[in-house]
Each structure stands twice: as C-alpha cells, then as structure tokens.
C-alpha cells in the first residue's frame, strides 16, 4: 500500500495522450448523438441487409442497428474518458508544481529533526603510474 505511483511516459507524452483522449472522447460523443437521431449519413456505417422486402423490415432494422452503434460509440466515449484522467492524475502526480514540492520537503524534515544530514562521500582519485 505504501508504494509510489510511476507514471511509465514523460511529461510530453502523457500530455499527448491526454489530449488524444479528450479529442475521442468528443469525437465519440458526438457520433453517438448521431447516431441516436438516426443521421442519414451513418447509414453507410450500419450493418444492414442490402435488400428488404418490405419498408417497415428495413427501418425496424436500421433503427435497431442505429441504437446498437450509438451504445458502442458511447461506450467508447466511456473508455477515452477513463484514459483521460489517468493521464491528466498521471501528469499531476509525476509533475507537481514547485511550491508543493517545497511544502513537502519542508514536512519531511519537521518530521524527523533528530536525523543529521550525512555528508557526501569524497572520491579518491586512483592515478595510472606508467613508468
């Protein structure tokens, strides 16, 4: 439980990703309304017999497969939507703005006052002695 989040992509990345979600997420919206509506010019995209006998088989049909679209469409919408926020926190967790970085570093040594800072180690430099 006490795990820390890691986002696997960069800032640049994650900020693609969450505007490619929110454009789907518009886009797919939108054609469900569309599609609810019954627009003509989806029809090409319904799966629909070629021929029909009768009128009322043909538009009992289509109304059908109309419906059928749109609940995919906004179920994709769903999905893009779910993809957004991940990035969107994904972002905000990885990349916090300064000020709170600040706060929590200031919290993190209020904490533990007792610990002294250690010193950094110094290198010892190992020279080549050629002869």
Request: with cysteine; net charge positive.
């Amino acid at each position: 439980m006490g795990k820390k989040l890691r986002c696997p992509c960069g800032k640049k990345c994650t900020m693609f990703c969450a505007f490619i979600s929110i454009w789907g997420v518009i886009q797919c919206l939108l054609m469900g309304v569309f599609c609810s509506i019954r627009a003509l010019s989806f029809l090409h995209d319904i799966a629909i017999q070629e021929e029909y006998e009768e009128l009322h088989e043909f538009k009992k049909d289509a109304d059908k497969q109309f419906d059928r679209t749109a609940l995919t469409c906004y179920a994709a919408a769903a999905v893009y939507a779910v993809l957004a926020i991940i990035c969107i926190v994904c972002y905000r967790i990885r990349y916090k703005p300064k000020s709170e970085i600040r706060e929590l570093r200031k919290s993190s040594m209020m904490v533990s006052p007792n610990v002294k800072p250690q010193k950094p180690k110094q290198r010892t430099s190992k020279r080549n002695t050629r002869k």
